[in-house]
C-alpha cells in the first residue's frame, strides 16, 4: 500500500481494495490500522460516478494543491468538501 501511494498518489479506498487482494472487510481494517499507526491520513472528500467514497488516503501530500494537480490518478473528483473531523489542510483536528 505504501509504495502504490508513493507512486500513484492519493487513493480511495476502493482503489485499495483492488490492488491490496483483501476482502473488502480486510481491506477496510487495514485502512483503519494504518490511519491509527499515522502511516496514511485522509486528504481530501472524493466524489465518484458510481460511489460516494468519504476520503481520498495519501502519505505524502499535505498541500491541498497537489492533490487538485494529481486527481486524475482518481477514479472520480476531488471536492472541497472537507471530512468530518477534518481541518482544511488534511489534519486530524
Not at 480511495?12 to 494504518?34: C, M, N
Not at 491509527?36 to 501530500?61: F, K, Q
Request: overall charge positive.
Amino acid at each position: 500500500m505504501r509504495d502504490y501511494l508513493l507512486r500513484h498518489g492519493p487513493a480511495t479506498a476502493q482503489d485499495l481494495f483492488g490492488i491490496l487482494a483483501l476482502s473488502r472487510a480486510a481491506t477496510y481494517e487495514v485502512i483503519r490500522k494504518a490511519e491509527r499507526a499515522g502511516l496514511i491520513r485522509p486528504v481530501a472528500h472524493v466524489h465518484s460516478d458510481g460511489n460516494h467514497d468519504p476520503l481520498a488516503w495519501d502519505i505524502d501530500s499535505p498541500n491541498p494543491e497537489l492533490l487538485w494537480r494529481r486527481k486524475e490518478r482518481l477514479r472520480g473528483r476531488f471536492c472541497t468538501c472537507l471530512p468530518k473531523g477534518r481541518s482544511a489542510g488534511g489534519h486530524v483536528a
